[in-house]
Nanobody, 126 residues
Framework: QVQLQESGGGLVQAGGSLRLSCAAS????????MAWFRQAPGKEREFVAG??????????YYADSVKGRFTISRDIAKNTVYLQMNSLKPEDTAVYYC?????????????????WGQGTQVTVSS
């Protein structure tokens, strides 16, 4: 059974940093597209960052709201995806979810992913 498990969330002051991890188990995700989404109270789940892998290496994608502050990366040997979040803002407060799929038609669409983690809470205080 495929499982994704997030960790690394917590409470941080504005301007601080956190690193989220998403450990995959049940199968090798080396060729999968992986992404981070977030959902704040009363809002829809939104794309944060995504990463794909091919023989030529990785490609990364970011929401405009996090570009330059967040970095997505993966360790294939560990079957783990990371989200380094710097210069955090109160508006980054949300539950962050890891998602994976062999071939999402739209890497920025939550509906394109078959596998999801349970989420980890990130709270940024002002």
């Amino acid at each position: 059974q495929v499982q994704l498990q997030e960790s690394g969330g917590g409470l941080v002051q504005a301007g601080g940093s956190l690193r989220l991890s998403c450990a995959a188990s049940g199968r090798t995700f080396s060729s999968y597209a992986m992404a981070w989404f977030r959902q704040a109270p009363g809002k829809e789940r939104e794309f944060v960052a995504g990463i794909t892998w091919s023989g030529r290496g990785s490609s990364t994608y970011y929401a405009d709201s996090v570009k330059g502050r967040f970095t997505i990366s993966r360790d294939i040997a560990k079957n783990t995806v990371y989200l380094q979040m710097n210069s955090l803002k109160p508006e980054d407060t949300a539950v962050y979810y890891c998602a994976g799929d062999p071939l999402p038609p739209n890497i920025r669409s939550a509906g394109a992913y078959d596998y999801w983690g349970q989420g980890t809470q990130v709270t940024v205080s002002s």
